[in-house]
């Protein structure tokens, strides 16, 4: 996530990808050939290049930093895979982040009512922010659910379970449509905030814990406005 445009991410052979955000593009420019010579200098080229600024894109091509084997700027899906930002797909015309999570309906559509299929399908969810807490929380707690009852891994699940586990999976469907802007606000707005503050909200039950962080800016006209930063939630022990 970034206060400001254009975005670069950078992904080192034997390390993840780097993110970073600078409000003009010289200074994307300059930044870019600081990360090449420093990671040179350590053997590690970086590479998979990408912006959604076409002006530091035909930079990239001018330095040699990037080929221009595809011209086509506007195509920001090559070979009908999206691009990623921390495992996060990123629509870089519009610049918004999604879920790309065909392969998970795909899975879940095999739909196999015991332990082992659940715990399956929960190593295949990758949500490094937490836009998917509240949905994601259900399952993991029917999985505690499941381990109480102490059934084996292939064991049929118990009618009550693989009813709340139905539900669940007919709800994956639902977050096809689900995206989130790049930025927490828009560079109009940034350029007029009076404040700006990080708000931290946590709770408990005894299901679970959860933490969410907001931003809140006050516009120089008294207009306000939030968004979601990072989420984060525990299932509570069953002892503690």
């Not at 999604?98 to 879940?108: A, E, N, R, S, T």
């Not at 379970?161 to 109009?188: K, M, N, R």
């Not at 039950?205 to 006050?218: D, E, H, N, Q």
């Given at each position: 996530?970034?206060?400001?445009?254009?975005?670069?991410?950078?992904?080192?052979?034997l390390f993840d990808d780097i993110i970073g955000s600078q409000p003009l593009v010289n200074q994307a420019l300059t930044i870019?050939?600081?990360?090449?010579?420093?990671?040179?200098?350590a053997c590690i080229p970086l590479h998979k290049w990408q912006t959604n600024s076409k002006s530091l894109h035909k930079a990239w091509?001018?330095?040699g930093i990037i080929s221009d084997e595809n011209p086509h700027f506007?195509?920001?899906?090559?070979?009908?895979?999206?691009?990623?930002v921390l495992g996060i797909a990123w629509n870089s015309?519009?610049?918004?982040?999604?879920?790309?999570?065909?392969?998970?309906?795909?899975?879940?559509?095999?739909?196999?009512?015991?332990k082992r299929f659940i715990l399956q399908v929960l190593g295949r969810i990758f949500?490094?922010?937490?836009?998917?807490?509240?949905?994601?929380?259900?399952?993991?707690?029917?999985?505690?659910?499941?381990w109480l009852l102490g059934v084996k891994w292939d064991?049929?699940?118990?009618?009550?379970?693989?009813?709340?586990?139905?539900?669940?999976?007919?709800?994956?469907?639902?977050?096809?449509?689900?995206?989130?802007?790049?930025?927490?606000?828009?560079?109009?707005?940034?350029n007029n905030f009076k404040t700006l503050e990080l708000h931290l909200f946590s709770d408990a039950?005894?299901?679970?814990?959860?933490?969410?962080?907001?931003?809140?800016?006050?516009s120089s006209n008294k207009e306000i406005l939030t968004s979601f930063v990072a989420s984060k939630n525990r299932i509570a022990p069953l002892k503690f």
């Open positions: 996530m970034s206060l400001s445009l254009p975005l670069y991410i950078c992904s080192p052979v870019t050939l600081e990360a090449i010579k420093i990671f040179e200098d091509q001018n330095k506007e195509t920001f899906e090559k070979d009908n895979l999206p691009s990623k015309r519009e610049d918004f982040l999604y879920f790309d999570i065909k392969g998970l309906i795909d899975f879940v559509s095999k739909r196999i009512d015991t949500d490094p922010i937490g836009f998917w807490g509240p949905f994601i929380l259900r399952v993991k707690h029917l999985m505690q659910k499941v064991e049929s699940l118990p009618e009550y379970i693989i009813s709340l586990w139905a539900d669940w999976c007919e709800e994956v469907l639902q977050l096809t449509g689900f995206s989130i802007p790049h930025c927490y606000f828009s560079d109009p707005l940034m039950s005894t299901k679970a814990y959860r933490t969410v962080a907001y931003l809140r800016m006050t």
